[in-house]
């Protein structure tokens, strides 16, 4: 199956710094990937529609200033937090869909956890 | 928002027993999808099913979506340790657009 990858797995920075996480996707063209937001014991909720040379869609109540999204080409996606604070601590996961393997199939990334002291 | 609501949220069972999960959404669906989550891990992908059929079969999950009452249950038979996890539904609207996720329901498979 198609296969995404996210880097880095894992992240602690502090306070007021900016992290960059990277989604890509392996082995399949994705001009549509999503960053989702999953807190502690909590689901997944989606903040933003990340669009091949375009400008992201924020959901409601996130901020793009703050969750600068860029989609460079077909493979790769990435999500800066900027001036991290400690209640930006989550799970981010991104997936991406592929046209080759039709239509309703994700692919998930193993998703960054980003802890900010 | 979240539109689909799993029931119930936490569910701890003896292995071997089968294990039924449901899942409510609000609006009309191109594909109900099913995924695990083993705890502080990435997703796994379970099963998909679209909203013309009816049930759906992979391995030891059986998934049944009624589209007139929204609604899809989950079931896992002859459980395993290794099956306890998170499990989630999400809805697809229109095929490879956002998907909306549920709360969850916490699987406990105790050996």
């Not at chain 1, 790769?76 to 400690?86: E, F, M, N």
């Given at each position: 199956g198609a296969v995404v990858s996210q880097h880095p797995s894992r992240v602690i920075c502090k306070s007021g710094t900016s992290v960059k996480i990277e989604c890509r996707s392996l082995d399949f063209q994705a001009?549509?990937?999503?960053?989702?937001?999953?807190?502690?014991?909590?689901?997944?909720?989606?903040?933003?529609?990340?669009?091949?040379?375009?400008?992201?869609?924020?959901?409601?109540?996130?901020?793009?200033?703050?969750?600068?999204?860029?989609?460079?080409?077909?493979?790769?996606?990435?999500?800066?937090?900027?001036?991290?604070?400690?209640?930006?601590?989550?799970?981010?996961?991104?997936?991406?869909?592929?046209?080759?393997?039709?239509?309703?199939?994700?692919?998930?990334?193993?998703?960054?956890?980003?802890?900010?002291? | 928002s979240q539109q689909g609501e799993e029931d119930p949220q936490a569910l701890s069972i003896q292995e071997g027993e089968n294990a039924t999960m449901n899942c409510s959404y609000k609006t009309s669906i191109n594909n109900l999808q099913w995924y695990r989550q083993n705890s502080g891990r990435g997703l796994v992908h379970l099963i998909l099913i679209r909203s013309n059929e009816r049930e759906k079969h992979s391995g030891r999950l059986r998934v049944t979506l009624d589209t007139s009452k929204k609604s899809s249950s989950l079931l896992i038979t002859a459980s395993r340790a290794a099956d306890t996890a998170s499990y989630f539904c999400a809805t697809d609207a229109q095929g490879n657009t956002p998907l909306v996720f549920g709360k969850g329901t916490r699987l406990s498979v105790i050996a």
């Open positions: 001009t549509t990937m999503f960053w989702y937001r999953q807190f502690p014991k909590k689901s997944l909720m989606l903040m933003a529609t990340s669009n091949e040379g375009s400008k992201a869609t924020y959901e409601q109540g996130v901020e793009k200033d703050k969750f600068l999204i860029n989609h460079a080409s077909l493979t790769l996606s990435t999500l800066t937090v900027t001036s991290a604070h400690p209640e930006d601590s989550s799970f981010y996961i991104c997936s991406a869909g592929s046209r080759r393997q039709g239509s309703g199939t994700q692919y998930f990334g193993p998703g960054t956890r980003l802890t900010v002291l | -």
